[in-house]
């Protein structure tokens, strides 16, 4: 069985920049990647631990060379697209200057192996920006790359809810978070954030953009989710992007998420 975990076709060269400013001709400019890390905590010790360096770990993270944007996050239970919190799953998602950069900081930076001792399981996933719009904490943290969406894609949507409208948002959370599980293309799927109940990440990976548009494209609970946020005006702050899947290190539920891709094709 062949498993293609890997995006290879990158640009190596931004004629843009090198033209606008001589000191960058001849260099290549790194191409932006972001790692995306997640923890369980079966333990109550350990659960305890990873919800105190939600506030004691960001110095740490903050001082790692190569890094840019940053958050950690909290989890949701079931598929994680619920109002109830996951105390036993975390997250880090980071912004690195490259590849190279973010494979060894998720893989040997001090932090990131306290979280690896502590953990029973943990999966971390890199991936290229295709396409991005919107905000997160008041900036702009994906810079797309200019290579179309190939291969397994992930989609990853952020919201801060206005509080008037947090209600009316968490109802028809459980109905889409039921389609999400049932449908067999989804390799990978959860919901994470900062704050719970005020924000909001979804973060799904696909085989290829054709069958996340098609589950975008019915009119069911998550069509009709987003046309009542657009009705209603529901969010403070949105940002969307797609990223093409680089590679992913580790394990989740026992398996690689990624193997999933493998077997339907």
């Not at 069509?223 to 992007?241: D, M, S």
Request: proline share 6%; with cysteine; glycine share 8%.
């Amino acid at each position: 069985m062949s498993i293609k975990l890997y995006n290879t076709s990158v640009t190596l060269f931004d004629e843009v920049k090198t033209r606008a400013c001589p000191a960058l001709r001849g260099k290549e400019p790194a191409i932006q990647t972001v790692s995306l890390s997640f923890y369980r905590f079966p333990r109550v010790r350990d659960r305890i631990w990873a919800f105190a360096m939600m506030g004691l770990a960001r110095p740490a993270i903050a001082r790692l060379d190569g890094i840019g944007f940053w958050k950690l996050c909290g989890a949701g239970t079931g598929e994680g697209f619920t109002p109830v919190p996951d105390t036993a799953v975390y997250a880090i998602l980071a912004v690195w200057d490259s590849a190279a950069r973010a494979r060894q900081q998720t893989q040997s930076a001090a932090i990131y192996r306290r979280y690896q001792r502590r953990a029973s399981e943990s999966w971390t996933v890199y991936l290229t920006p295709t396409s991005a719009r919107g905000a997160w904490s008041g900036q702009s943290p994906f810079r797309p790359d200019a290579a179309s969406d190939s291969g397994p894609i992930a989609a990853l949507t952020r919201a801060t809810l206005r509080p008037r409208t947090m209600l009316r948002f968490w109802r028809r959370v459980p109905r889409i978070s039921a389609v999400i599980g049932d449908n067999r293309d989804v390799a990978f799927k959860i919901g994470i954030g900062e704050v719970p109940w005020l924000h909001q990440v979804t973060f799904s990976i696909w085989p290829d953009a054709g069958t996340m548009a098609e589950f975008a494209r019915r009119d069911g609970p998550h069509a009709q989710a987003i046309r009542a946020v657009r009705e209603g005006n529901w969010f403070r702050e949105e940002l969307y992007a797609r990223f093409n899947v680089q590679g992913a290190e580790g394990t989740w539920q026992g398996r690689p998420p990624l193997a999933r891709i493998g077997e339907q094709t």
